[in-house]
Structure formats: C-alpha cells, structure tokens
T-cell receptor, first 114, second 114 residues
Framework: DTEVTQTPKHLVMGMTNKKSLKCEQHMGHRAMYWYKQKAKKPPELMFVYSYEKLSINESVPSRFSPECPNSSLLNLHLHALQPEDSALYLC?????????????FGEGSRLTVL | KQEVTQIPAALSVPEGENLVLNCSFTDSAIYNLQWFRQDPGKGLTSLLLIQSSQREQTSGRLNASLDKSSGRSTLYIAASQPGDSATYLCAVMNSGGSNYKLTFGKGTLLTVNP
C-alpha cells in the first residue's frame, strides 16, 4: 500500500467557517507534510511533522493550524480563511524522516474560500 | 537559497519521440533529487528519486541522471505516449541546519500528440 489518502477532495467554505482537511497513510512513514499549490505554480511547503512533532512551520498564518494525532494521521484545521487561500492542499509522507526519503503525495484537497 | 529551474517550460512532441526534460539547481549541496508527474488538478506522482551519491535511476521508459557538481539533472522519456502528457516537476532536498527543505522547479508541461 503506497497510498496517501486525503479527504475531502473538494471543499467550499465561507470566510467565517471552521473546517478541517484530513490526511492518512498506512505505510509506516514517520514524516508527514502539508503543501499548498496555486494554479500553474509549484507546491509550497507549509508544515512538516517528523515523528509526530512539528518540525518545520514555514511562517504560515495562524488561520492554518496543523495537528498530528498519531503517526498515520495529519489534519489541517482551517478558520477565518481569505479568498486568496483558495488552492490545492497536498499532503505527503516519507519513510525515514526528512533528509533521504522519497516523498509520496496524496491527490489533494481542492479548497475554495468564498 | 536554493533555486530550481526547469527548461523548457512547455514541450509538445509527436507520439513515439524520445525526449529530455532539464532541471538545474544553484546549490549543489543536496541530499537527493526527485522527479514527479502531475496531471491537471491532481496530486503528484513520484517517478524517480536519485540520492546525491547516485548518477542515474531508471524505471521503465524513464531514465533520470544527476550531475551534482554542475547542478543538473535530466529526465529522459523513451518512446513517448499520449498518456505521458502531464506536468513534470523536479525537486531537490537540501539541508538547512536541522531542517530539510524540498525546493520545486516550476515544471515542464509536456504534451504528446497522437
């Protein structure tokens, strides 16, 4: 099983809503990542969890709040977002942590903020 | 700061042609380089991972090379097929103290015409 599963695939929310994106992997990987991708741009790193601890936060606004309940799950809690936050949010995982691991990505959650 | 450049930005070829996609990076102190494929609106699919100590990797019709000293990688696709049409992204993993960051190029949009 080499899958990273993301839900929901599509999400539409208003600026006052609170919602969450979920990511799951059952490959025993110990690092998990959130990336944001705008149209026709490369993915941008948001957060990295290594061994369930937040390792990297790329100066992401506090309206995005990551959570890693266990080694298989990664959530991204969304609150008071802006229309410019509309993007494809990609989750990824890697086996050995950060340096040498091949990254496996999910299919993404397409977020639209109205 | 690592910068990754992919040339060309877009490429259109007839079916059956062999082709080369190019990736260059400014900081040669990398741990690995990974090639991905992305279909429109979808997540990233890992194609090949080359560790910094390796010169090339092969998978089916794909061959990726790495010349770390000159800061270059190429992805060779043999006997291209319409199903190969996608955006191809290369990404390099650098170390930044205790943090590790994957830097993406902007991608090459490949169209293989039947």
């Amino acid at each position: 099983d080499t899958e990273v599963t993301q839900t929901p695939k599509h999400l539409v929310m208003g600026m006052t809503n609170k919602k969450s994106l979920k990511c799951e992997q059952h490959m025993g990987h110990r690092a998990m990542y959130w990336y944001k991708q705008k149209a026709k741009k490369p993915p941008e790193l948001m957060f990295v969890y290594s061994y369930e601890k937040l390792s990297i936060n790329e100066s992401v606004p506090s309206r995005f709040s990551p959570e890693c309940p266990n080694s298989s799950l990664l959530n991204l809690h969304l609150h008071a977002l802006q229309p410019e936050d509309s993007a494809l949010y990609l989750c990824a995982s890697s086996r050995t942590g950060l340096a040498t691991g091949e990254l496996f990505f999910g299919e993404g959650s397409r977020l639209t903020v109205l | 700061k690592q910068e990754v450049t992919q040339i060309p930005a877009a490429l259109s070829v007839p079916e059956g042609e062999n082709l080369v996609l190019n990736c260059s990076f400014t900081d040669s102190a990398i741990y690995n380089l990974q090639w991905f494929r992305q279909d429109p609106g979808k997540g990233l699919t890992s194609l090949l991972l080359i560790q910094s100590s390796q010169r090339e990797q092969t998978s089916g019709r794909l061959n990726a090379s790495l010349d770390k000293s000159s800061g270059r990688s190429t992805l060779y696709i043999a006997a291209s097929q319409p199903g190969d049409s996608a955006t191809y992204l290369c990404a390099v993993m650098n170390s930044g103290g205790s943090n590790y960051k994957l830097t993406f190029g902007k991608g090459t949009l490949l169209t293989v015409n039947p």
